[in-house]
């Protein structure tokens, strides 16, 4: 992984914190307007990725010969309706609602491109939710004010704690960041030398 730099195209604090402790060298890009619309009949599954693809596109850098720009997308799919961030309080408790005593799949795309190529994957972790009461999701809501996260949670705060009973798949995917795939599609990309700055 020597002679790359990483340039993150996001502003959640989440992803930040994850590409950081990848020991890589990394630049947060300034935040950007970009159009998160869809097709309406893009598989639900397909979304995330498109997203993280739109996020690539849309950013204004030129990137150098040794340099990753990585975009990522997060959504949660429950009962096969999609949630994104909520717009205020009540569309969080309406999220919550629907998440608890639940199954719902939480969906990352990511985006990886350099001057020569653009990869893209996503990756899928599903989270079981034990029932949560009116009162564990009012306490939440006005406490932690999730709003800019999808499903209207962060399974690193408090409702992680208390209300998840169990996750399959990449605990990382859940915050936002699928870090061990990361890792694994950068090395593919400095072994076929396309990236690396030594080429």
Do not use: W
């Given at each position: 992984m020597e002679g790359i730099k990483l340039i993150l195209a996001s502003q959640s604090p989440r992803r930040k914190e994850l590409i950081k402790g990848l020991d890589i060298p990394v630049e947060?890009?300034?935040?950007?307007?970009?159009?998160?619309?869809?097709?309406?009949?893009?598989?639900?599954?397909?979304?995330?990725?498109?997203?993280?693809?739109?996020?690539?596109?849309?950013c204004p850098l030129i990137l150098n010969d040794n340099e990753v720009l990585v975009t990522a997308d997060t959504l949660v799919k429950c009962n096969g309706e999609l949630l994104g961030?909520?717009?205020?309080?009540?569309?969080?408790?309406?999220?919550?609602?629907?998440?608890?005593?639940?199954?719902?799949?939480?969906?990352?795309?990511?985006?990886?491109?350099?001057?020569?190529?653009?990869?893209?994957?996503?990756?899928?972790?599903?989270?079981?939710?034990?029932s949560l009461t009116y009162r564990d999701?009012?306490?939440?809501?006005?406490?932690?004010?999730?709003?800019?996260?999808?499903?209207?949670?962060g399974i690193q705060e408090w409702i992680g704690y208390i209300g998840i009973e169990k996750i399959e798949g990449s605990f990382y995917n859940i915050m936002g960041l699928p870090v061990a795939r990361l890792w694994k599609e950068l090395n593919i990309i400095c072994s076929t030398k396309i990236a690396c700055i030594h080429d």
């Open positions: 947060i890009a300034d935040s950007y307007d970009f159009d998160e619309s869809y097709p309406p009949t893009l598989p639900a599954d397909e979304v995330a990725v498109y997203l993280a693809e739109k996020k690539s596109d849309a961030k909520p717009c205020n309080g009540q569309q969080a408790r309406e999220m919550l609602r629907k998440l608890s005593g639940n199954k719902h799949e939480v969906i990352t795309g990511v985006c990886l491109r350099t001057t020569t190529v653009k990869k893209s994957f996503g990756v899928k972790s599903s989270v079981f939710f034990y999701i009012e306490y939440y809501v006005e406490k932690y004010n999730p709003a800019d996260k999808a499903g209207a949670y």
